[in-house]
């Protein structure tokens, strides 16, 4: 069954054609990664799939509801969670708040309870707390919970990131180029934490990447982009011979 | 999963922070009641203090827009206003005289939610955008509440509103300064006030990490704005006089001042904001009649420390920090190295029991 179907999105910026005609369906428990050049409009369909802008034309289906239109907080709430290109972390905030503000969306007291501090508000804060607590902990973080985010490392802000997008408890998670700026050795542990969340957390899993190595190493399916246009679709292997992919990457070769 | 849910806490931690603030308060409302009564505080020192509760209210309910949620109103004497009036006319008008006494906190809480109304026919159009919007309207709002209240001469006008009883007395402004500060303070450490937090952050991501980024702002706003309401109540009733002119842009700025002196994103902030400044303006007032300064020029001291502030220190005393008092117990002590997540305790957690 498909998890979520995207059929024929389109979108422009007043005159730029940023996405045309985008195509993807989505199979529950799936990792499909997008991959294509800079600008090729990726960041694009992970703004329009989250709400952030309203695509000129085109539905977007997950789990039989229509999101386009929706705000974002309701289709974030419907099961959809997504990480940034650049960290976009509560910079000033302590990872512990991080988390928890992921989890807005599922805390049950009313605001009155909350300013009265009525006896409902401390067990729901306590539960809050345990499960931020938990997931930080499957990430490696629990030490550094009360760290004010922006003070953390690079490679903890990442996963810190990807540990947020958890708590608002997603079926799917759209990975917004996660190996950015990392070496090597850090690439190996983005793999390696990728897969355990996948399994762990039973996520179906759309990744943007520039970096092959992650893309060939875990994707299943890949659909390259290159001017808001799908150019190919495939498996890893499909895609590395693909004449038009390679043309896409490395340009033309000059005809004689 | 092995996780040790309760924390030790000292005996003597727990027993300060559980009894100690309450028993202090206690304290200082019987002062409150006793001091001016004893003519130990003499009567215009006794208006200083009520002067600097209610700056004190004023203040908390700004920072909630400005500092908290990062937004900027500069409309908040409107609300005030609102509240002055509404508990004023309800007081002279509705309630009977001898009731009075006993419905003052009723008169009260219905000026702030009056005005916790009126701030919700705001918020809606303009917390459509983010940024310089919510200024322009709150600015736009302090000016029509001023000339629409002018306008309507069944409640005095430009003349202003008088015939209200001196309700408000040291006591009760200290016992709604605490209420103030209490609620404040749930509201910023809930899930609300998280929600707040995160939007002056990063309202984009907010939004994608299921805040109902619409919902927080409008609450919060209108919770300002009943907080204003209250302090514009009690406001009228001390003052026993209430007129338009009292109400404009120029009370905003005060208010203004308080926020960015005591510190944004802080209660403890916005008390100590409130304080300092009230007593610097009552003290220039005397400085100037000894230097033979027009009073006039006090007018002036306000919006040059806000230039000044914005400059030199835009944190002010407190920024962002708070009084570890001002903190719920259950945010405080986990800041303290008591994780008991942390791995380093759960080690030591099973080297004692290794031990025993």
């Known amino acids: ?256 | 999963m092995d996780v040790p849910v309760s924390v030790k806490v000292p005996l003597a931690v727990k027993f300060w922070t559980r009894w100690c603030m309450k028993f202090l308060l206690c304290i200082i409302f019987a002062l409150t009641y006793i001091l001016p009564k004893t003519g130990i505080i003499n009567p215009y020192i006794d208006m200083v203090l009520i002067y600097i509760g209610i700056n004190i209210i004023l203040t908390i309910s700004l920072n909630l827009v400005n500092g908290y949620m990062g937004e900027f109103s500069v409309g908040h004497a409107g609300f005030m206003a609102l509240g002055a009036y509404t508990a004023s006319l309800l007081s002279v008008w509705v309630i009977p005289d001898s009731l009075n006494p006993y419905l003052f906190p009723f008169t009260v809480v219905i000026g702030g939610v009056i005005a916790g109304v009126f701030a919700l026919i705001v918020a809606f159009p303009s917390f459509r955008t983010r940024g310089d919007y919510l200024a322009i309207v709150t600015l736009a709002f302090n000016m029509i509440i001023k000339s629409a209240i002018e306008n309507i001469d069944g409640i005095g006008g430009p003349r202003g509103f008088m015939g209200m009883d001196k309700m408000t007395n040291l006591p009760w402004t200290f016992v709604w300064v605490c209420i103030t500060i209490f609620l404040a303070r749930n509201f910023i450490f809930s899930n609300l006030g998280r929600g707040v937090l995160s939007l002056r952050e990063d309202e984009t991501a907010a939004g994608l990490l299921s805040v109902n980024t619409r919902q927080v702002k409008v609450l919060t706003f209108v919770f300002s704005a009943f907080l204003a309401g209250i302090a514009g109540a009690l406001y009228a009733h001390e003052l026993q006089y209430i007129y338009p002119k009292g109400f404009t842009i120029a009370k905003s700025t005060d208010m203004l001042v308080m926020v960015y002196l005591g510190g944004i994103g802080s209660i403890g902030g916005s008390v100590m904001g409130a304080v300092v400044y009230t007593i610097v303006l009552e003290a220039l007032r005397s400085i100037l009649q000894f230097a033979g300064i027009s009073q006039e020029w006090r007018q002036v001291f306000a919006p040059l420390m806000l230039i000044f502030l914005m400059i030199y220190r835009p944190k002010g005393i407190m920024g962002m920090r708070e009084f570890p008092f001002l903190i719920p117990e259950a945010e405080r002590f986990q800041k303290i190295s008591l994780n008991p997540f942390s791995k380093k305790n759960r080690n030591r957690k099973k080297s004692e029991e290794v031990k025993s």
């Open chain 1, 1 to 256: 069954m498909n998890l979520m179907t995207i059929s024929n999105l389109t979108h422009w910026f007043s005159g730029l054609r940023a996405v045309t005609d985008f195509n993807l369906s989505l199979k529950k428990g799936e990792l499909v990664a997008i991959i294509g050049p800079n600008g090729a409009g990726k960041t694009t369909i992970f703004n329009l799939i989250t709400g952030v802008y309203r695509p000129t034309s085109g539905q977007i289906n997950f789990e039989g509801k229509e999101l386009v239109g929706l705000p974002t907080n309701q289709i974030i709430t419907s099961g959809i969670a997504r990480t940034f290109q650049n960290i976009r972390l509560f910079k000033e905030l302590s990872v512990l708040d991080n988390i928890r503000i992921a989890q807005y969306a599922s805390v049950c007291y009313s605001p009155l309870e909350a300013i009265f501090h009525l006896p409902g508000f401390h067990k729901e804060e306590e539960k809050i707390r345990l499960r931020s607590m938990e997931l930080l902990q499957i990430f490696d973080l629990e030490d550094q919970a009360y760290t004010i985010s922006k003070n953390l490392p690079y490679g903890q802000q990442r996963r810190l990131e990807i540990a947020r997008a958890l708590a608002t408890q997603p079926k799917l998670l759209l990975l917004d180029e996660p190996a950015a700026g990392m070496n090597p050795a850090e690439v190996e542990h983005l793999i390696e934490l990728i897969q355990m969340i996948r399994k762990q957390f039973q996520l179906t899993i759309l990744l943007i990447e520039h970096q092959m190595r992650v893309v060939m190493g875990i994707a299943e399916r890949i659909k390259v982009v290159d001017f808001g246009q799908t150019i190919a679709e495939g498996t890893p292997i499909e895609i590395q011979k693909n004449p038009r992919v390679i043309e896409a990457y490395l340009g033309e070769e000059e005809s004689k």
